[in-house]
């Protein structure tokens, strides 16, 4: 079920990637029009763009206090970005862990690697050549939320996988 | 027997051999707890000139401010003085200093000559009419004047309470500007009142929780210049830093020299887990002292080097734990509720300073290094990041405020839990590391 799962989800982007591709040249190159309901290349609705990786597919997973344990969410969205490294190999990526600012600075640099460590192994179990993928630690150094509740908190215990280099344009 | 410190940085000489009152009559004793501070007096130090007059009336002040800020002090102002001291020489009039009960009272005297600064002082117990010590003198440049108003402050210190002082020294930390999620971080060096206030790192890198040398030579950091977390050593005089060779592409953090300075214990990631390595600084070798599943880091050695204090969630939350220094089996010594991290071993070697969260607060607290009498001394929404004072009788910490506009200050606090002040640093502080006496 999981492989056919993987191979439906695969089949799927690499049918859009083949759009995308075609979309450039289709448009002879045209910068960013988005006429006719065209692809911009780059642009959040290109499926090869890193945009898209960002915010369609999903570049952070969240986890519990003081939990490194990934959720079935996170999981799933873990699986896009599986399925996206997969068939855009001309990418690699740095998976930054972060804590939020509930505990020492020194405890949460320890829980950030282990946070970017469980996205890692689980982007390698899907098939994602772990010489593609660096992790870094920040801690409680770089909350994106900064209110002091658990509603910011739980923003901030996250792992964010970032895309780091490209072949590609 | 002549005792000579000098300073390269200042040319500060001793000239005059300390000789302390073994069993004066006036004496505050520190470990009976001080309720009532002890009321004393500093004319303004008579100048020798027009040229000292300033430097007279700030030399006096400073050491004042450093007397009352331990809480042990209680200044009486000069506008109840009934004496005028103009003479350094002149016999004091002790009734006068009795009649406005003061009990301890400082006179000295300042002479600039060029650039030479020089500085006599001497500490008297009103009451019995007595000196404490002798008479004793500082030189130097000029702009050393706040070391030697420090030292001063550290002699009529150590001479009431019989005790080291801590003046004479400085605390470095990381200033921190902007907002939470924007937060600029630069490696600083301070004199322990926040005076003179000196950056050594740009805000290029995230740097974090730099740590004093026994000798206050160097400093160990973490800095993020590479991308990753890693270790560095900064010689403080020259600021010139050398990246320390822990193992490449894993990630270092939370470095702290051990007693004799020539290694360092430390944090390294691994796969995700964080153990305890040791390192030899001059061949580089790194040796592992702990192996678990768990986060273990902020170790701390004892002041003879022979344990390491540190902090591990192996029991699902964390907790301290005492090793040998070389590794080996260790023992917990944290039971009460809640979490514990960042241990700091004090150099008396008898208390272990920690934060502690619990039901949603932290604290600075101590602890004897069983870990019975657990005391806390502060409580706020997040304190963190304790330091020993020189002489194991004042803990700085870092606080940082709820919100959106949180910021991040350094406090000072007493081993009582007495006396909690704001340290003022030109931007927020945090990640004190006191270090210290200066020679």
């Known amino acids: 079920m999981n492989v056919l799962g993987k191979l439906l989800a695969l089949g799927t982007l690499s049918v859009m990637a083949a759009c995308t591709n075609n979309d450039p040249s289709a448009l002879g190159g045209g910068a960013g029009g988005g006429a006719n309901g065209a692809i911009a290349p780059g642009s959040p609705s290109d499926p090869r763009s890193p945009a898209y990786f960002q915010q369609t597919i999903g570049d952070r997973v969240l986890f519990a206090v003081d939990q490194s344990t990934l959720t079935p969410q996170a999981q799933q969205v873990l699986q896009g970005q599986?399925?996206?490294?997969?068939?855009?190999?001309?990418y690699v990526a740095t998976i930054e862990g972060h804590a939020d600012e509930q505990g020492t600075r020194e405890y949460n640099l320890g829980l950030g690697a282990k946070r970017a460590n469980a996205a890692r192994e689980f982007l390698i179990s899907r098939g994602v050549a772990g010489n593609r993928l660096t992790t870094v630690s920040y801690g409680k150094e770089r909350p994106i939320e900064i209110c002091s509740t658990e509603d910011c908190y739980s923003k901030n215990r996250r792992a964010v996988t970032v895309l780091t280099g490209s072949t590609l344009g | 027997m002549m005792r000579f410190l000098t300073s390269l940085l200042l040319g500060l000489t001793i000239l005059a051999a300390p000789v302390y009152a073994q069993s004066g009559p006036l004496r505050l004793?520190?470990?009976?707890?001080?309720?009532?501070?002890?009321?004393?007096?500093?004319?303004?130090?008579?100048?020798?000139?027009?040229?000292?007059?300033?430097?007279?009336?700030?030399?006096?002040?400073?050491?004042?401010?450093?007397?009352?800020?331990?809480?042990?002090?209680r200044e009486i102002s000069p506008e109840a003085f009934i004496s005028r001291v103009s003479s350094f020489e002149a016999p004091v009039q002790f009734a006068d200093w009795k009649a406005i009960n003061a009990e301890a009272l400082v006179t000295g005297a300042v002479s600039v000559s060029?650039?030479?600064?020089?500085?006599?002082?001497?500490?008297?117990?009103?009451?019995?009419?007595?000196?404490?010590?002798?008479?004793?003198?500082?030189?130097?440049?000029?702009?050393?004047?706040?070391?030697?108003?420090?030292?001063?402050?550290?002699?009529v210190y150590s001479r009431i309470t019989g005790e080291g002082a801590y003046f004479d020294s400085r605390v470095a930390f990381v200033s921190e500007s902007g907002p939470k999620d924007q937060r600029q971080k630069r490696l600083a060096i301070m004199d322990y009142d926040g005076a003179n206030v000196q950056y050594l790192t740009?805000?290029?890198?995230?740097?974090?929780?730099?740590?004093?040398?026994?000798?206050?030579?160097?400093?160990?950091?973490?800095?993020?210049?590479t991308g990753q977390p890693r270790i560095y050593v900064l010689d403080v005089d020259r600021v010139r830093r050398t990246e320390l060779?822990?193992?490449?592409?894993?990630?270092?953090?939370?470095?702290?020299?051990?007693?004799?300075?020539?290694?360092?214990?430390?944090?390294?990631i691994q796969g995700g887990n964080t153990d305890l390595w040791k390192m030899d600084i001059a061949s580089g070798q790194s040796v592992r002292l702990t192996n678990t599943p768990a986060i273990e880091t902020a170790p701390s050695y004892s002041p003879d080097g022979s344990q390491i204090v540190f902090e591990s969630d192996r029991s699902g939350t964390p907790q301290l734990y005492i090793m040998p220094a070389n590794g080996g089996e260790a023992t917990r010594i944290s039971f009460g509720q809640g979490?514990?991290?960042?241990?700091?071993?004090?150099?008396?070697?008898?208390?272990?300073?920690?934060?502690?969260?619990?039901?949603?607060?932290?604290?600075?607290?101590?602890?004897?290094?069983?870990?019975s009498e657990e005391r806390l001394l502060t409580s706020s929404f997040l304190d963190e990041g304790p330091t020993w004072s020189p002489n194991g009788r004042v803990i700085?910490?870092?606080?940082?405020?709820?919100?959106?506009?949180?910021?991040?200050?350094?406090?000072?606090?007493?081993?009582?839990?007495?006396?909690?002040?704001p340290v003022r640093t030109p931007d927020g502080g945090s990640d004190p590391s006191w270090g210290p006496l200066q020679n």
């Open chain 1, 82 to 90: 599986a399925d996206w490294l997969m068939a855009n190999p001309d």
């Open chain 2, 29 to 73: 004793e520190l470990d009976q707890g001080i309720i009532e501070p002890l009321p004393f007096a500093v004319p303004n130090f008579v100048p020798d000139g027009p040229a000292a007059t300033q430097y007279a009336n700030d030399i006096s002040r400073v050491v004042a401010a450093d007397l009352t800020g331990t809480g042990l002090f």
């Open chain 2, 114 to 155: 060029g650039n030479r600064l020089t500085v006599r002082f001497r500490v008297w117990d009103v009451f019995s009419g007595q000196e404490l010590g002798n008479g004793l003198q500082f030189a130097g440049t000029t702009d050393g004047w706040r070391r030697m108003a420090h030292k001063v402050a550290d002699q």
């Open chain 2, 202 to 225: 740009d805000s290029a890198a995230i740097v974090l929780a730099p740590r004093f040398s026994p000798t206050g030579d160097r400093l160990l950091y973490t800095s993020y210049e």
């Open chain 2, 245 to 268: 060779a822990t193992q490449d592409g894993t990630m270092s953090f939370s470095p702290r020299f051990s007693p004799d300075g020539r290694s360092i214990v430390y944090s390294l």
């Open chain 2, 339 to 371: 979490r514990y991290g960042t241990p700091v071993w004090s150099p008396r070697g008898d208390l272990i300073a920690f934060t502690k969260q619990n039901k949603g607060r932290f604290h600075i607290g101590v602890m004897r290094t069983d870990g």
């Open chain 2, 396 to 421: 700085m910490f870092t606080r940082e405020t709820q919100g959106a506009s949180g910021r991040a200050t350094l406090y000072s606090v007493d081993i009582s839990g007495r006396n909690l002040r």
